[in-house]
């Protein structure tokens, strides 16, 4: 079959792509399909550059490695930022490009005509089963990543050794031929008429040069395999060590979720009780905010009355002040009269002494004087009753004065509690005015109170319904966690069988060594 060489690449682009879609379908990377085809199309450009210095199948074989596992990584880190999906892309981009340069590396053999031989022959046995059963593991869905690489690791050992196992026995036969050949090699130059028995003898005798180099090639990479499996049997036992630490880390964290789920159940149960609370304490807000309103009414009218009252008691001081004047003005007319009595008195007792003097000398004068004896005896009398009259009236006007002296003395006493009076019923107005204003804020801050009790209610419902969303999230983290333990678990198996794997390798590599050494022999 012969194609042109500057389709190659794209036949590698063909490929390539063919490849990289299912993987790109596990890893959920379909954005990045478009841009792994555009950097292969332009690392094809470039290869047609390069083809042009160099044809090897090593350089085809390094180059389309390369160009595919760098498109996948750029393509992964575009399009995706989870560790575990880029730990998974950059294993699998590993083992595409693996796959896809084994592809290319030996169509590049089979359609050129190239003398070069290429990688050792174990080698290309090895590649040629190890990168057809890492990609197809690579697709196997629900595969972690621990569990990704130790099945690659087991492929590895497994395709190293299928390659040895080929090659020893194909040396093994070749030895054969060669003993066979050599038996033969002094009646070669009679056979050299036959060109066909000459060809094989010169190509045999290439070939078991080649084999010779091939064996020593053998030994040393079988030792490298022996110092590598001890090494990788150490590091399992280590790695077996570490996961039953870590199994029993994430027991420890499984029982940890599981007591974080039930504290978050607990927490969910507060915070519903407390919106249960916030809700009653709403409604009460409501209630005192009526109550505060008809206090604020109740202190308003109070305040009214106390208003009403101190000019009551004002209009009552004024009526008292008045009266304490006309009892003032009525005690000093009083006093007046008393001394009119006074007056009128010495007139009587003046009158009295007259109308003796009167009646002695009428009685003096005899007869002729008898009847201005009996005048002045009338006029005595009439004295003596106005003198009467007059103490009855002194006396009616101190029994007037000592009354008007008592009332006096009562509306002084009025007066002091009318005044004080005045002043509580001002400091009763100025209690009434604190009031109202005290109730004013109270009812403000009551109102606030309603308002952030309504705002708490809406928040305390939505906390109630984040805090169920994290108690489900809590419960999914406790069983996923319990996955993990069985997982680690599991993988703790694995790698108690991959150390073993190991060690058997180690005796198969010490059996080839033993091999070798025999067919050196």
Do not use: W
Not at 457 to 472: D, G, I, N, R, S
């Amino acid at each position: 079959m012969r194609i042109n060489k500057n389709l190659f690449p794209f036949l590698g682009f063909l490929i390539q792509a063919f490849l990289f879609l299912p993987i790109a379908r596990k890893l959920l990377l379909f954005q990045g399909n478009y841009v792994t085809y555009l950097i292969v199309i332009v690392i094809a450009f470039f290869y047609n550059l390069i083809s042009k210095f160099k044809q090897s199948p090593k350089t085809t074989f390094g180059f389309f490695f390369f160009s595919t596992f760098i498109a996948f990584i750029i393509s992964g880190l575009l399009f995706h930022n989870y560790p575990d999906t880029l730990s998974l892309l950059f294993i699998y981009g590993f083992v595409t490009a693996l796959f896809v340069a084994t592809i290319l590396y030996h169509l590049k053999k089979i359609l050129f005509e190239i003398k070069e031989s290429g990688y050792h022959f174990g080698l290309e046995i090895a590649l040629s089963f190890f990168a057809p059963s890492a990609y197809i593991v690579s697709l196997l869905p629900f595969l972690s990543l621990i569990q990704s690489i130790q099945i690659f690791a087991i492929l590895i050992v497994i395709s190293l050794f299928v390659g040895l196992v080929i090659t020893i026995s194909f040396n093994v036969l070749l030895n054969q031929f060669k003993s066979k050949i050599m038996e033969k090699s002094d009646d070669i130059e009679n056979l050299s008429s036959i060109p066909l028995l000459k060809q094989l003898y010169y190509t045999c005798k290439e070939f078991f040069i080649k084999t010779g180099t091939s064996l020593e090639e053998i030994e040393n990479l079988s030792k490298e395999i022996r110092s590598s499996a001890e090494d990788l049997s150490s590091a399992s036992e280590e790695m077996n060590a570490s996961l039953e630490e870590v199994s029993s880390t994430v027991q420890h964290i499984a029982k940890g979720a599981q007591d974080q789920s039930e504290a978050i159940t607990s927490i969910a149960h507060s915070i519903e009780e407390l919106d249960n609370l916030t809700t009653s304490i709403s409604s009460q807000v409501k209630m005192v905010n009526v109550s505060s309103r008809r206090t604020t009414e109740s202190a308003k009218k109070g305040m009214e009355f106390t208003v009403q009252q101190a000019k009551i008691l004002k209009d009552i001081f004024e009526q008292t002040k008045l009266t304490e004047d006309k009892m003032a003005k009525l005690r000093d007319q009083a006093t007046e009269i008393k001394k009119i009595v006074d007056i009128i008195q010495g007139i009587t007792e003046q009158t009295d002494l007259l109308a003796l003097n009167a009646a002695i000398e009428a009685a003096r004068v005899g007869e002729q004087g008898k009847g201005f004896a009996v005048v002045a005896d009338e006029i005595r009398n009439l004295a003596n009753e106005t003198q009467r009259s007059s103490t009855t009236v002194e006396n009616l006007i101190n029994e007037i004065n000592k009354t008007t002296e008592e009332l006096n003395n009562l509306l002084n006493l009025e007066r002091e509690k009318i005044d004080e009076a005045n002043i509580s019923a001002s400091q009763t107005e100025e209690e009434f005015t604190g009031i109202v204003k005290a109730v004013n804020l109270v009812t403000d801050m009551i109102g606030r109170i309603n308002d952030a009790a309504a705002n708490q209610l809406t928040h305390t419902k939505e906390l109630v319904k984040k805090v169920e969303q994290v108690a489900q999230v809590a419960a999914d983290t406790a069983a996923a966690t319990e996955e993990v333990s069985a997982a680690v678990e599991e993988q703790t198996a694995s790698m108690e069988q991959f150390t073993s794997t190991a060690q058997i390798l180690s005796q198969v590599v010490s059996k080839l060594n033993e091999i070798i050494t025999q067919l050196k022999k």
